[in-house]
């Protein structure tokens, strides 16, 4: 079966620190893989998404980058964070964006910048 | 632009029925999904329609019509346990997903 895990579950850190959230996926190959970010009352918002290894597309302009070193691996990343980067990250992945669509998400990342 | 709209906070007692309502307007259509979330986790799937009508699924029923731009998740036999977010999305003609914000179901014993 198929699994998916993203760490750490939790981080506190300041303003201007980097940021590397890691999310990976067994069970499957070739996965769509997916960045979200949900705010406190607003919908999942898209920041990254990819078809395969080395191709991202990112949705919105930010400080937050996204990496896809391996077919199950991908890695948020920012090298200075800023008070508005807060927020719960999630991780997903899915088989076709024109089947279903069906997502599955990680456990997702509480972050807390100060 | 693309929206989907949805109430921000629903209230019902336990063992009754609810109905979550979700509307939307986007660039193409590819079919309408319901996820619940529990407070600090991650979304789970529910349910997904792509063709006008009411699909069941145990004591959760979603329906869509296309033509309306409008779906609605029917929760029966309420639980305690179903005190969650319900977030609706649509595929849209790109397939990507558009999200609404939720909608926060409270339950009462």
């Known amino acids: 079966s198929q699994t998916i895990h993203q760490w750490p579950a939790t981080l506190v850190q300041p303003v201007g620190s980097p940021l590397s959230l890691e999310c990976t996926v067994e069970g499957t190959s070739n996965p769509n893989l997916y960045w979200y970010r949900q705010a406190a009352g607003r919908g999942l918002q898209l920041l990254f998404y990819s078809v395969g290894i080395g191709q991202i597309s990112s949705e919105v302009p930010q400080n937050l980058s996204a990496s896809r070193p391996q077919d199950r691996q991908f890695i948020l990343s920012s090298k200075k964070l800023l008070l508005s980067d807060s927020g719960f990250y999630l991780c997903?992945?899915?088989?076709?964006?024109?089947?279903?669509?069906?997502?599955?998400f990680g456990e997702g990342s509480r972050l807390t910048v100060l | 632009g693309q929206n989907i709209d949805q109430p921000t906070e629903m209230t019902a007692t336990e063992g009754a029925i609810v109905q979550i309502n979700c509307t939307y307007q986007?660039?193409?259509?590819?079919?309408l999904f319901w996820y619940q979330q529990h407070a600090g986790e991650a979304p789970t799937f529910l349910s997904y329609?792509?063709l006008d009508g009411l699909e069941e699924k145990g004591r959760f029923s979603s329906f869509l019509s296309r033509s309306k731009g409008y779906s609605y998740l029917l929760l029966k036999e309420l639980q305690m346990k179903d005190s969650a977010s319900y977030l609706c999305a649509v595929l849209d003609s790109n397939y990507q997903l558009i999200w609404g914000a939720g909608t926060k179901l409270i339950i009462k014993p």
């Open positions: 997903a992945w899915s088989v076709l964006a024109g089947d279903t669509g069906e997502l599955f």
């Open positions: 329609n792509v």
């Open positions: 986007t660039s193409g259509f590819n079919g």
